[in-house]
């Protein structure tokens, strides 16, 4: 089973810096199949970044993902007060599917 | 409009059964790749089972903790996905979310059912 590690577990930023999550596998994840949710209390997941780096659809460009192999990223380049948030990795490249165990953007 | 809405959660005791229901609409659900994926109340994602298309085989996988006690399945003909639960334990309490979209990525999801077991 591919096991995905968030980092860091809480980011505490202010609106407007920029907050870099980091999703590692412990192996390679095939054909880049890995994916960003964010999810806000009381609301289901929104699918954010699929396949490493395609934003999807009514995502706004201030969020970007990267990465390849082991190692993702997940930008927001400039925090809006709507970006607070828990954000969450996916990987479907292997089943037994997995998710990180998610990252916490908090007001600071 | 696309809409996924589970049905089929409660209480059920330690030991019992339990079937979810996630009726479609508004894609292709054929063409679909239907999952389950849980979430325990303030906790994390754990994706639980999928369902592939019958055009590629309609071959289900599971996730460990799951394995040979829930069984994933879908009807094509109603647009309805099937999650039957049995030995539930309380480490399946949990509110489980039927999704769908990407090969890669889940673009829906349903507002979740919850599912309870306690004695």
């Known amino acids: 089973e591919i096991v995905l590690t968030q980092s860091p577990g809480t980011l505490s930023l202010s609106p407007g810096e920029r907050a870099t999550l980091s999703c590692r596998a412990t192996q390679s994840i095939r054909a880049n199949h890995v994916a960003w949710y964010q999810q806000k209390p009381g609301q289901v997941p929104r699918l954010l970044i699929y396949d490493v780096s395609t934003r999807a659809t009514g995502i706004p460009d201030r969020f970007s993902g990267s990465g390849s192999g082991t190692d993702f990223t997940l930008t927001v380049s400039r925090l809006e007060p709507e970006d607070f948030a828990v954000y969450y990795c996916h990987q479907l490249g292997e089943s037994p599917l997995t998710f990180g165990g998610g990252t916490t953007v908090e007001i600071k | 409009e696309v809409q996924l809405v589970e049905s089929g959660g409660g209480l059920v005791k330690p030991g019992g059964s339990l079937r979810l229901s996630c009726a479609a609409s508004?894609?292709?659900?054929?063409?679909?790749?239907l999952h389950w994926v849980r979430q325990t109340p303030g906790k994390g994602l754990e994706w639980v089972a999928r369902v592939k298309s019958k055009a590629a085989g309609e071959t289900t996988d599971y996730a460990a903790p799951v394995k040979g006690r829930f069984t994933i399945s879908r009807e094509d003909s109603t647009n309805t996905l099937y999650l039957q639960m049995n030995s539930l334990n309380m480490g399946d309490t949990a509110v489980y979310y039927c999704?769908?979209?990407?090969?890669?990525?889940?673009?829906?999801w349903g507002q979740g059912t919850l599912v309870t077991v306690s004695s």
């Open positions: 999704a769908t979209g990407l090969i890669s990525a889940y673009t829906y």
């Open positions: 508004g894609f292709a659900f054929t063409d679909a790749w």
